[in-house]
């Protein structure tokens, strides 16, 4: 029976982290790589080492620090201790960038810690968003703030990289092929849920997207609106933003195999219509 789950090497959506009361179940995240053996920080259940949205605290005998960082204290996460690999086989080069002259593994994370020593990563390094005038934005916060205040989506991506202004494409949580592995056009049971409690009976994807379904649309324009009232700078705020006609999946190429979405499939695969929203 497990009373125990650890989620690590991908986003947490809020509700994972509050399974059913029935289940038992407590979900630490962690944080870690295979460069470092697994675990480094977690999130565990006693009261001094629990922080919601963090992944925790150092496991004993590491150490953690962040590299430029910048005003907020954001900077890229680094390791240290003796669970640190060698380096990668026949490939120096590789292993220089990775750790540096004093034994720090670069992650490519980004995050801040705070004055409790807790560690919350916020984005990847080479997923930062640098707008035509210059600020950078880290994109990962944005969409999941827009996740948990909307359960009927599946994936939200926030783009404008060289743009004046972000904006994002969105998903629907839809049913899965159970065949092909791949979108259908239905939707899924949440999101059905979660429409019928907003006072929406639409069933399946294209319904919401052809008749411009009032409820869905609304939903959206007001926790987006939300979510921009708690932005840091104007340059962090969502200007537009559509929905997709098809959720991601891996057959799709919009998801890896651990089921990260791969940003760089999406911004060539809807680069069409990511112009679209900087043109009107």
């Not at 750790?99 to 916020?122: C, R, S």
Request: charged share 20%; net charge positive; hydrophobic share 35%.
């Amino acid at each position: 029976w497990c009373s125990h789950q650890c989620r690590a090497h991908c986003i947490v959506k809020p509700n994972t982290l509050h399974p059913p009361k029935y289940l038992n179940w407590s979900v630490h995240v962690c944080v870690g790589m295979s460069e470092s053996c697994g675990a480094h920080c977690v999130n565990q259940s006693t009261e001094d080492h629990w922080r919601v949205g963090s992944a925790g605290k150092n496991l004993v005998a590491v150490s953690t620090k962040l590299s430029d960082t910048n005003v907020s204290g954001e900077g890229e996460i680094c390791f240290s201790g003796r669970h640190l690999f060698m380096g990668y086989l026949g490939d120096p080069v590789r292993t220089s960038r990775a750790i540096d002259n004093q034994g720090w593994l670069h992650t490519g994370d980004i995050g801040h810690l705070d004055e409790n020593g807790f560690l919350y990563v916020t984005g990847r390094t080479c997923e930062v968003i640098m707008l035509r005038g210059g600020e950078s934005v880290l994109p990962l916060p944005i969409e999941s703030r827009i996740l948990a205040a909307l359960p009927f989506l599946s994936h939200v991506v926030v783009v404008g990289d060289g743009k004046p202004y972000l904006s994002c494409l969105m998903t629907l949580s839809c049913v899965m092929d159970r065949v092909t592995g791949g979108p259908t056009d239905q939707l899924s049971p949440l999101a059905r849920r979660w429409m019928e409690s907003l006072g929406s009976y639409s069933t399946t994807v294209s319904g919401v997207i052809a008749g411009r379904d009032k409820t869905v649309f609304t939903a959206i324009t007001d926790s987006l609106h939300r979510a921009n009232t708690v932005a840091p700078t104007n340059d962090h705020k969502i200007q537009k933003w559509t929905l997709l006609d098809r959720d991601f999946s891996i057959p799709g190429g919009e998801l890896g195999p651990t089921l990260k979405v791969r940003r760089f499939v999406v911004h060539k695969k809807y680069a069409t219509t990511i112009e679209t929203l900087y043109r009107t």
